[in-house]
């Protein structure tokens, strides 16, 4: 009995590092600073992964900001964000930076969206990236970041 007591301490003191160990990668698509808020996805990523979720924390009057890879010069482009609760988060502008440092013709570029939480509660905000002749699920590439307003 006394080992039974002794293992089950043991057990409860060690849980929470195996849980800590088990939970790293959902730590690193979650990002709780609560003011101001960055998510940033390059083409490569999307090459890897064609479909995106991230989670976020924020507090009332914070800023999101979605900095996403780009390349109009493949004829792919970025859809409007979808946004399920705009009485939550509402976007404030949406900006094409130019690729900066390669001087290549045909380099990628990154779309910039700004998002700013106007109340607390849930949100969630959703956009593709396709050719608008392309169809079907191999032809799209997406992103959804699930928003927690505090």
Not at 55 to 75: D, F
Request: proline share 5%; hydrophobic share 40%.
């Amino acid at each position: 009995m006394k080992k039974l007591v002794i293992l089950g301490l043991v057990s409860m003191l060690l849980l929470p590092l195996l849980t800590l160990g088990c939970s790293e990668k959902a730590a690193t698509e979650t990002t709780s600073s609560p003011k101001d808020q960055t998510v940033a996805i390059t083409l490569d990523e999307f090459a890897q992964q064609k479909s995106m979720l991230k989670y976020v924390e924020m507090v009332k009057s914070g800023t999101l900001t979605v900095r996403l890879g780009s390349n109009p010069s493949t004829g792919y482009s970025w859809g409007d964000a979808q946004i399920t609760h705009p009485d939550v988060i509402k976007q404030i502008s949406r900006n094409y930076e130019k690729p900066t440092a390669t001087g290549l013709m045909g380099a990628p570029g990154t779309e910039v969206w700004v998002f700013e939480t106007t109340d607390t509660g849930l949100a969630m905000i959703k956009m593709s990236y396709s050719r608008p002749w392309e169809t079907g699920a191999n032809a799209t590439f997406d992103i959804t970041v699930n928003i927690n307003v505090r």
